[in-house]
């Protein structure tokens, strides 16, 4: 989990007309699951296709697609749990999700969710960016393969090395990885310690993978949140990363 209920995107109005509400999309295999869809009155750049942390669709996602469109960004971002909670993430409570939420979770699974979400961005023509968080940023490494389409990835603390019960990671299939990859990590993750992500780096320089990596000193995993104060800096320079990262693959 990175997030409290009342954790917050960075807030920075630019007055661009935004139209946003939930959806939901169907899987290659069937399976509908519930999205969040934020789209600018007129489209100027990348879209993006926000990937969820281990705890799914939450309000933090959504604002954040918000404020993407904000910046001229058709925005979408999913759930992971379509299989077993339905295409709804109303009622979900503390304990969400359970166990049996995340032994539905496949490879294969989520890669069709991501793939269906990336098609109805693509909607919106240009180009497409994958951003993930947690679970979602390691995602997002994974969505760097020539199949998904993308002109770019950007991961917040997603762990990119062996993780169990999941099994390799994106360093370990850096061969398999083509589209540019920005990576953000604090400082002080313990889940994700600074030999893996040079690990990651080293494989992908490896490969002739385009990326770059920043570590922020002493910010914790979660740190891109505008109500912790104490790690400000570090999410500002995030954020402005994120939106130059969008702005270069458009």
């Known amino acids: 989990m990175c997030y409290d209920a009342d954790a917050t995107p960075p807030i920075d109005p630019t007055g661009v007309p935004v139209t946003s509400g939930r959806i939901t999309l169907t899987s290659t295999g069937?399976?509908?699951?519930?999205?969040?869809?934020?789209?600018?009155?007129?489209?100027?750049?990348?879209g993006v296709v926000v990937i969820p942390d281990n705890r799914g669709l939450s309000p933090f996602y959504e604002s954040l697609a918000v404020r993407l469109a904000e910046h001229g960004h058709p925005a979408l971002a999913y759930d992971h749990f379509g299989r077993t909670a339905g295409p709804s993430t109303e009622g979900r409570g503390e304990g969400f999700p359970a166990m049996e939420d995340f032994v539905a979770l496949s490879r294969d699974g989520m890669y069709d969710d991501m793939a269906a979400a990336i098609d109805r961005v693509r909607e919106f023509g240009g180009v497409q960016v994958a951003l993930g968080?947690?679970?979602?940023?390691?995602?997002?490494?994974?969505?760097?393969?020539?199949?998904?389409?993308?002109?770019?990835?950007?991961?917040?603390?997603?762990?990119?090395?062996?993780?169990?019960?999941?099994?390799?990671?994106?360093?370990?299939?850096?061969?398999?990885?083509?589209?540019?990859?920005?990576?953000?990590?604090?400082?002080?993750?313990?889940?994700?310690?600074?030999?893996?992500?040079?690990?990651?780096?080293?494989?992908?320089?490896?490969?002739?993978?385009?990326?770059?990596?920043?570590?922020?000193?002493?910010?914790?995993?979660?740190?891109f949140d505008t109500g912790d104060g104490e790690h400000a800096e570090a999410c500002a320079d995030a954020w402005r990363r994120v939106l130059a990262f969008l702005e270069n693959a458009d």
Do not use: N
């Open 30 to 46: 069937g399976t509908r699951f519930a999205a969040f869809l934020a789209a600018p009155e007129r489209p100027s750049g990348a």
């Open 133 to 223: 968080f947690c679970m979602g940023g390691r995602l997002a490494f994974f969505a760097s393969q020539p199949r998904f389409g993308l002109a770019g990835v950007i991961g917040f603390y997603g762990a990119p090395g062996i993780a169990p019960p999941y099994g390799p990671g994106p360093a370990q299939q850096a061969a398999d990885l083509g589209a540019p990859i920005l990576g953000l990590f604090g400082g002080a993750d313990e889940g994700i310690p600074a030999s893996e992500v040079a690990a990651f780096g080293e494989a992908l320089t490896a490969e002739g993978v385009e990326h770059e990596f920043v570590t922020y000193p002493g910010a914790p995993h979660g740190f």
